[in-house]
């Protein structure tokens, strides 16, 4: 028996919904973002502590905050980017929470979901952070720029024929950044409730390429951001989990990719798949090895995954177009932690093994995987 | 493995994961204490600088499209091309139109407009404009002048059939408007503005239809006229009727003319949906009737005409009668007329006989320029068709004569080759082995090579190539003779093809430019003394 393991360290009740958790950079810290009961967003500071977690600030303001990220925050200056409930997204410095050093009212609606990128990365463009949110839009933010985004990719005003456009905008649940590796070439990929994922090149300002899943997609990352593209871990309602091969793009087909419908079932002791077909959260690359990754179920579970690479990437059609060739997802460790969805997961960057999850039972966990330096 | 083992492997496994796990916890604490160390020493060092080399994105938007476009190597110069410079000078007087435009100094900006157009007349761009403060200005007759113009440069420009749509609708051409306003719909079916005006439009429409009647378009020649079915009561449906909305569908109004649009054969179309069922039967062969455009006098003279040469079955009449006839037409020049009878009225005798004339004009060209009168010329070559039609009938006697059809392009492989070549005629044959190179033809003919094929290849050289004294004729025997199947088909030739194959030789002979080795070769080759 020589799979990874993953241990519960250490274990946190709170008080309130947790939506985010993210580790500080370069400390043995993380951040708790949630939802009080009175619906007062609210930021706690965690640090490790031996056998025990210490709360070393907490914070609370007016607004719900539902999710955020250290992405485009130097190592000396924590600025945490978060967005919230009502649609703002603030730039906090963890050392003066109070005061937001940057402050705009981005969407109309609850931003679901942001990612950021160009804080620590060197050579791969502005800091920059993304937003995706019940209007529909996706838009990507400078600070520096003021009080208008750099990017709006918004749905246009109207679609449908009069008939059908009482539907509205498509809800945004997720959003990544990718591809960046030089100062120029950024992406930004898309997923919405309807499954349809749209990936917009940042450099060209259009659709690089646009496809629908059969559910709606709730989690998206690059396996790594600041390289070609290589990989995008896809995760979707009922228990989808899609990896794309993201290397080469066919004229008609696309990109290809790899399925697992079951990845949102709880796995027994003894092996066993069992359960119902239960919404996959979140996918997290873990930041050593990008082949290895981690998805965060509905039942309370988690499992850890292998991307295997087929003998061959890349092969001719008939047509003399290449076509990219997807590999297989081998299931190397699952546990389960709770029995409400495990929502939000973060690897720390630093320490190989060391994570931290929030579940919507109102508590947040530390894990430490084992044996995953064998990999 | 037995019960005990298993559980003392379960324990160790468990034994083993413990420690597993308290190593691991050992080396968390270890690292806690490093990266704690690690955060005071940070917090000490200054404030690193914001990253300020980098520029925001949409502050370098203008500058990405242009460098995007080329590769940075590439030394940007100004552009040297007269007529890029003229259309940047023009495009300099139109920004100051369109300033003019902006400050509402309509005058201003169609004098530059007009000015822009003097200097570079081919950008669409200065027409639309021109025609905006036109449309504001209300002379709304200059500003679809504008549009025409601008839509001549440019079909798909939407916003000139948007003004010009504008100005119709001012000055009362509502029909007019419409058309415009589908076609803004076609080019840009999501254009919001666009759909309000038509909208609009129609119940402007509706109104004045019902104040003065229906609207139809005037009738088009070659449309079809459906009659109502009259049935008795017992017979009708009994469900109720329903009423289905009439849309105005118009196609983008271009200027070229459809005349080159793409024709696919009624054979064509057979040979696609794999239900090829043989040449059309033609009903009314022997008494064909009329049709109200052709003079019947000519007809009958036709008949008259070629009733006097010898040999021509009753089949062949029929389709003598128009053949007389296309040189006529061919001189009228109206080629459109036959195709749009061909979409009315596929099966008609008529068909056939506007096809026929249409190979027979290919044909005759080359001897047309010899010979002043083409009706003279004419009946010549249909009596040689009608010839051949008995020949192939005499030899073939299971398939009918061959359909004719336009001459298919050369062919490139050995099937496609023998596909065209057993439906051909035998002119058409003629055109055909010339169009292919005499190099590849050994190629072309292939293993598929057999007598059937050689004979009438034989019949063709005979036929068409001596008495034009193609130069090729040589070379064509020599390339068939050097293909794998030859010799035992120059072996079991008949006698009549034997017979053939001595008076072309005998024909070659006779030619000035022969090549004496290479005669020889071909008769030791055909096994012809």
């Known amino acids: 028996m020589d799979k990874p393991q993953l241990i519960e360290h250490l274990h946190e009740a709170v008080t309130y919904t947790v939506y985010d958790t993210k580790w500080v950079p370069l400390s043995a810290k993380f951040v708790v973002l949630g939802s009080k009961a009175n619906g007062h967003g609210i930021m706690d500071i965690y640090e490790l502590n031996q056998d025990k977690l210490v709360k070393v600030k907490s914070v609370e303001k007016k607004v719900a905050f539902k999710c955020g990220t250290f992405g485009a925050a130097s190592l000396r200056n924590r600025h945490m980017a978060i967005g919230d409930f009502e649609g703002r997204l603030q730039v906090l410095d963890m050392e003066q929470p109070d005061l937001p050093v940057y402050n705009v009212k981005a969407h109309s609606g609850i931003i679901n979901t942001i990612d950021a990128i160009g804080g620590t990365q060197i050579d791969c463009g502005a800091p920059e952070i993304v937003t995706g949110s019940r209007d529909g839009a996706v838009k990507v933010w400078d600070i520096r720029q003021g009080q208008a985004p750099v990017v709006d990719m918004s749905p246009p005003p109207q679609m449908g024929d009069g008939i059908n456009n009482s539907s509205g905008r498509r809800d945004c649940w997720a959003v990544a950044f990718g591809n960046t590796y030089n100062a120029e070439e950024r992406l930004v990929a898309a997923g919405y409730d309807n499954g349809d994922l749209k990936i917009f090149d940042l450099r060209t300002l259009s659709v690089r390429w646009e496809a629908t899943m059969k559910n709606g997609i709730c989690g998206l990352e690059f396996d790594r951001r600041d390289i070609p593209m290589n990989k995008l871990a896809v995760t979707t309602l009922e228990g989808g989990l899609l990896v794309f091969d993201m290397r080469t793009q066919h004229p008609t087909k696309g990109f290809s990719y790899v399925e697992e419908r079951n990845a949102g079932r709880s796995v027994g002791t003894n092996g066993v798949i069992s359960g119902p077909k239960a919404t996959v959260w979140a996918v997290r690359h873990l930041p050593q090895n990008r082949d290895l990754f981690l998805t965060g179920g509905g039942t309370g579970s988690i499992r850890l995954w292998q991307y295997e690479y087929p003998d061959r990437r890349v092969i001719d059609d008939s047509d003399g177009n290449k076509l990219g060739v997807a590999g297989a997802l081998n299931m190397v460790s699952a546990a389960t932690l709770s029995s409400q969805p495990v929502h939000c997961f973060d690897w720390h960057p630093d320490k190989l093994g060391l994570a931290v999850c929030g579940a919507f039972d109102q508590s947040v966990r530390v894990l430490i995987t084992t044996k995953l330096n064998t990999y | ?529």
């Open chain 2, 1 to 529: 493995m037995s019960a005990q083992e298993k559980a003392f492997e379960l324990q160790r496994q468990v034994r083993q994961n413990a420690r597993e796990y308290e190593s691991s916890v050992k080396d968390l604490y270890s690292w806690e204490q490093d990266i704690k160390n690690k955060e005071k020493e940070l917090q000490k060092a200054p404030h690193s600088a914001a990253n300020k080399d980098l520029p925001v994105r949409s502050h370098i938007k203008s500058e990405k499209s242009s460098s995007a476009a080329s590769s940075p190597t590439e030394k940007q110069d100004l552009p040297v091309d007269p007529v890029a410079q003229q259309h940047k000078k023009a495009n300099d007087i139109k920004d100051r139109g369109n300033t003019y435009v902006k400050q509402a100094e309509y005058e201003k900006a169609i004098v530059a407009y007009s000015t822009a157009i003097a200097v570079y007349p081919h950008d669409p761009i200065y027409h639309i404009n021109r025609a905006l403060c036109n449309l504001k200005q209300e002379r709304f007759e200059l500003c679809v002048e504008d549009c025409e113009a601008a839509i001549a440069l440019d079909k798909l420009c939407v916003k000139a059939y948007y003004r010009r749509m504008q100005a119709n609708e001012s000055l009362g051409n509502n029909m007019e408007a419409l058309k415009d306003c589908t076609t803004v719909l076609a080019i840009e079916p999501k254009n919001i503005e666009a759909k309000k005006s038509l909208a609009r439009i129609n119940e402007r429409l509706r109104k004045i239809a019902t104040k003065s009647g229906p609207n139809f378009t005037p009738a088009r020649p070659g449309m079809i006229d459906i009659l109502p079915i009259e049935k008795p009561v017992y017979k009708r449906s009994k469900k109720a009727m329903r009423r289905v909305p009439v849309v105005d569908v118009v196609s983008p109004r271009g200027t070229s003319d459809d005349n080159n649009k793409l024709r696919i054969s009624d054979e064509d179309i057979d040979k696609i949906f794999n239900s090829n069922c043989g040449a059309i039967e033609e009903v009314k062969r022997t008494n064909p009737q009329p049709t109200p455009d052709r003079p019947s006098p000519a007809k009958a003279e036709a008949i008259a005409e070629t009733s006097k040469e010898a040999k021509i079955t009753k089949q062949s009449a029929v389709k003598v009668a128009p053949v007389v006839k296309a040189p006529k037409e061919t001189l009228k020049n109206t080629k459109i007329v036959p195709e749009s009878d061909n979409e009315t009225k596929p099966s008609s005798p008529k068909k056939a006989a506007v096809e026929v004339s249409k190979v027979q004009t290919e044909v005759s060209p080359p001897k047309t320029t010899k010979q002043h009168s083409p009706e003279v010329k004419a009946p010549k070559v249909i009596t040689m068709q009608a010839e051949k039609i008995e020949q192939t009938s005499s030899n073939n006697a299971v398939s009918p004569s061959p359909i004719e059809r336009s001459l298919p392009p050369a062919p490139t492989g050995t099937a496609q080759f023998h596909v065209t070549w057993k439906e051909l005629s035998g002119p058409q044959k003629y055109q055909y082995l010339k169009s292919i190179k005499v190099p590849s033809l050994c190629k072309i003919l292939g293993a598929g090579f057999d007598s059937d094929t050689f004979a009438d290849l034989l019949r063709t050289i005979h036929d068409y190539y001596i008495p034009n004294k193609e130069p090729t004729t040589a070379a064509v025997l020599l390339e068939i003779s050097k293909n794998d199947e030859f010799t035992i088909l120059a072996m079991l030739m008949s006698a009549e093809e034997k017979k053939m194959v001595s008076s072309i030789f005998n024909a070659i002979r006779n030619w000035p430019n022969k090549n004496p080795a290479v005669l020889d070769n071909l008769l030791k080759e055909y096994g012809v003394s």
